[in-house]
């Protein structure tokens, strides 16, 4: 996959800075994703002549625990793996507007991030990854923060399933959230 989006952003990217951003549950997509972008541009800057250097950086957005679990993580992996637990550890995107919710818990937000990409963009999430990943980055697209997105090309990795959409509306509805009319088959 890093191969792909290397090759991919070299050809189409137009030496714009690019941001990969990946929903994280033990965060070892993101991870093992970041040492190899990193090592594979490496390899190619020290190759190549020509002064465009790529610019591509690896965000994580924690969806089971918080910032501070997917560090963890994520240095546990990169050392127990080879590395050394600092280099390539991917940018954690961190809410502000209010905590993480529990993972699974019916929320609000995650709802109506859910239904906006839905409805507005034609784009179906999974109520557990996608859809609290896509609300907390698209808090940080909108507003002026310092950030891994800002100013850059985002890229957005899903690395899920969306089978269970159904199942997990049911518990919106167990919660009030919705009626049996919203939920899919």
Same mark, same amino acid.
Not at 55 to 77: S, T
Not at 102 to 131: C, Q, V, W
Not at 174 to 183: A, E, L, T
């Given at each position: 996959?890093?191969?792909?989006?290397?090759?991919?952003?070299?050809?189409? #990217?137009?030496?714009?800075? =690019?941001?990969?951003?990946?929903? #994280?549950?033990? /965060?070892?997509?993101?991870?093992?994703?970041?040492?190899?972008?990193?090592?594979?541009?490496?390899?190619?800057?020290?190759?190549?002549?020509?002064?465009?250097?790529?610019?591509?950086?690896?965000?994580?957005?924690?969806?089971?625990?918080?910032?501070?679990?997917?560090?963890?993580?994520?240095?546990?992996?990169?050392?127990?793996?080879?590395?050394?637990?600092?280099?390539?550890?991917?940018?954690?995107?961190?809410?502000?507007?209010?905590?993480?919710?529990?993972? #699974?818990?019916?929320?609000?937000?995650?709802?109506?991030?859910?239904?906006?990409?839905?409805?507005?963009?034609?784009?179906? =999430?999974?109520?557990?990854?996608?859809?609290?990943?896509?609300? =907390?980055?698209?808090?940080?697209?909108? @507003?002026?923060?310092?950030?891994?997105?800002?100013?850059?090309?985002?890229?957005?990795?899903?690395?899920?399933?969306?089978?269970?959409?159904? @199942?997990?509306?049911?518990?919106?509805?167990?919660?009030?959230?919705?009626?049996? @009319?919203?939920?899919? /088959?």
């Amino acid at each position: 996959m890093a191969q792909e989006i290397v090759s991919f952003w070299e050809t189409k #990217g137009s030496g714009l800075p =690019l941001t990969i951003c990946v929903p #994280g549950g033990t /965060c070892t997509t993101a991870m093992l994703l970041s040492r190899e972008i990193n090592t594979i541009m490496k390899q190619r800057n020290e190759t190549n002549d020509d002064d465009e250097k790529l610019d591509i950086l690896v965000a994580v957005i924690p969806c089971v625990g918080d910032a501070a679990y997917a560090e963890r993580q994520m240095k546990a992996l990169d050392m127990s793996t080879g590395g050394n637990g600092k280099d390539f550890i991917p940018q954690i995107l961190k809410p502000w507007k209010y905590v993480y919710p529990r993972f #699974g818990e019916p929320s609000p937000h995650i709802l109506n991030t859910f239904i906006e990409m839905k409805d507005e963009h034609g784009i179906y =999430l999974d109520l557990l990854y996608g859809a609290p990943a896509w609300n =907390l980055l698209l808090q940080y697209v909108t @507003s002026q923060r310092d950030s891994p997105v800002k100013g850059r090309q985002i890229m957005y990795v899903h690395s899920g399933g969306l089978e269970g959409i159904s @199942s997990q509306l049911t518990r919106y509805k167990h919660k009030g959230m919705i009626d049996s @009319s919203q939920i899919q /088959c």
